[in-house]
């Protein structure tokens, strides 16, 4: 079983081209063919390059890797001016909070009671709530998670999160600052 996964990588492969290429250098140094030793050491580099980016794609695809969102300036000036209180964190809160939130968006759908989509704005809202609320357990996301931003106060079983309007209203003008 473990051999069928390292074939993915094609590994034999790979390396029987790093030992051709590897070998052939001394005896074309030995031989005063320094233009060709020159040929192949970069042909070497060359390949060495073409494979680590393969097998870091194979991995990454492997993995179900997602990339977080990296937030622009744009968003870190709207996040300052719709939660005050986000000012007068510490740098290392801000750095932690601002990572989640990039993770959340990565991975969970936000929705409005019609199941339509929110706003890039709006999703980085619910994301800072949720963060700021579960501050304290370990931050794991997950593709399956559902965000609601409900027009009325009823819990919805079927969300993750749910938050109503007007308690995300409350929350830009309070939020406190989590302990992580």
Same mark, same amino acid.
């Given at each position: 079983?473990?051999?069928?996964?390292?074939?993915?990588?094609?590994?034999?492969?790979?390396i029987?081209?790093?030992?051709?290429?590897?070998?052939s250098?001394?005896?074309? *140094?030995?031989?005063?063919?320094?233009? @060709? +030793? /020159?040929?192949?050491?970069?042909?070497?580099?060359? !390949?060495? &390059?073409?494979?680590?980016?393969?097998?870091?794609?194979?991995?990454?695809?492997?993995?179900?890797?997602?990339?977080?969102?990296?937030?622009?300036?744009?968003?870190?000036?709207?996040?300052?001016?719709?939660?005050?209180?986000?000012?007068?964190?510490?740098?290392?809160?801000?750095?932690?909070? *601002?990572?989640?939130?990039?993770?959340? @968006? +990565? /991975?969970?759908?936000?929705?409005?009671?019609?199941? !339509?989509? &929110?706003?890039?704005?709006?999703?980085?809202?619910?994301?800072?709530?949720?963060?700021?609320?579960?501050?304290?357990?370990?931050?794991?996301?997950?593709?399956?998670?559902?965000?609601?931003?409900?027009?009325?106060?009823a819990?919805?079983?079927?969300?993750?999160?749910?938050?109503?309007?007007?308690?995300?209203?409350?929350?830009?003008?309070?939020?406190?600052?989590?302990?992580?």
């Amino acid at each position: 079983m473990i051999f069928n996964k390292i074939k993915n990588y094609r590994f034999p492969i790979w390396i029987t081209v790093f030992l051709f290429l590897l070998g052939s250098i001394p005896f074309f *140094i030995y031989a005063e063919l320094y233009s @060709l +030793a /020159k040929i192949f050491g970069i042909l070497l580099v060359c !390949s060495i &390059l073409l494979a680590m980016k393969y097998w870091f794609a194979v991995a990454r695809n492997r993995n179900d890797v997602v990339p977080r969102v990296v937030l622009n300036r744009n968003d870190l000036f709207d996040l300052d001016r719709d939660f005050k209180s986000f000012s007068s964190f510490n740098e290392e809160s801000k750095r932690i909070i *601002i990572h989640r939130i990039g993770l959340l @968006l +990565a /991975k969970v759908k936000f929705v409005d009671d019609n199941l !339509s989509l &929110l706003d890039r704005r709006v999703s980085i809202q619910l994301a800072f709530v949720y963060v700021c609320e579960n501050a304290s357990v370990d931050f794991e996301v997950s593709r399956d998670w559902i965000f609601l931003l409900s027009d009325s106060a009823a819990t919805k079983e079927s969300f993750e999160f749910v938050i109503s309007k007007e308690n995300l209203s409350k929350k830009l003008i309070h939020t406190d600052q989590p302990i992580i």
